[in-house]
């Protein structure tokens, strides 16, 4: 199957920086990408879809400019967490479908101090 | 609403007995449908799909899934449990048939496979 590979598989930031999260596909070109959060023994929550050279589009409750996501290329889209919180704390991560299922990323542990 | 179902939190089988995970949904038209698996601090795997065709779909690892349009449901089973499939599965719905389409995902059940 296709391979999406996310980067860092962990982080640990101080309160105020950024973040930045890779999500590449390498085996195929992504038009499309999507972003999740999980929280601890809970199901994936989509954040936004990610177009390949436009705007992404944010689920409702997600704030836009707290979580920028750029998908400047066909295998590329990265999501920066802005002036990261602990609250921010959590596990993100990245899919692209191909023609029928989905594949996923590694997923990358975000733990904001 | 578009919505998918996994009525059981966890679900705990003895190692080589069968075991059946739970799926319904609620979406229009013939959605595409599918079961992953995650592993402790890990993405998520793809194990199977259902898109048109013999009810009965085959996956990874032994597993097997049977759609049933009339009542809606896409349970997930496998003939003999092992002790490492022991992960959380969850399972998914593609309503439309573009790349771009949005996944549903099910609230996971967490499957414990005891020796």
């Known amino acids: 199957g296709a391979v999406v590979s996310q980067h860092p598989s962990w982080v640990i930031c101080k309160s105020g920086t950024s973040v930045k999260i890779e999500c590449r596909s390498l085996d195929f070109q992504a038009t499309t990408m999507f972003w999740y959060r999980q929280f601890p023994k809970q199901s994936l929550m989509l954040m936004a879809t990610?177009?390949?050279?436009?705007?992404?589009?944010?689920e409702q409750g997600v704030e836009k400019d707290k979580f920028l996501i750029n998908h400047a290329s066909l295998t590329l889209s990265t999501l920066t967490v802005t002036s990261a919180h602990p609250e921010d704390s959590s596990f993100y991560i990245c899919?692209?479908?191909?023609?029928?299922?989905?594949?996923f990323g590694q997923g990358t542990r975000l733990t904001v101090v | 609403a578009q919505s998918v179902a996994q009525p059981e939190d966890q679900v705990n089988v003895a190692e080589g007995n069968p075991l059946t995970v739970k799926c319904t949904y609620s979406?229009?038209?013939?959605?595409?449908l599918f079961w992953y698996v995650q592993y402790p601090n890990r993405g998520l795997q793809f194990l199977l799909k259902?898109?048109?065709?013999?009810?009965l779909v085959k996956g990874s690892y032994g597993f097997e899934a049977e759609f049933n349009k009339s009542q809606t449901s896409f349970h997930l089973k496998k003939p003999s449990a092992l002790v490492s499939d022991s992960a959380l599965y969850f399972c998914a719905v593609r309503p439309g048939y573009s790349s771009a389409s949005k996944i549903i995902f099910g609230s996971g059940t967490r499957l414990s496979i005891r020796p």
């Open positions: 259902y898109i048109t065709g013999d009810n």
């Open positions: 899919s692209a479908s191909g023609d029928t299922e989905a594949f």
């Open positions: 979406v229009s038209g013939n959605p595409y």
């Open positions: 990610s177009n390949e050279g436009s705007k992404a589009t944010y």
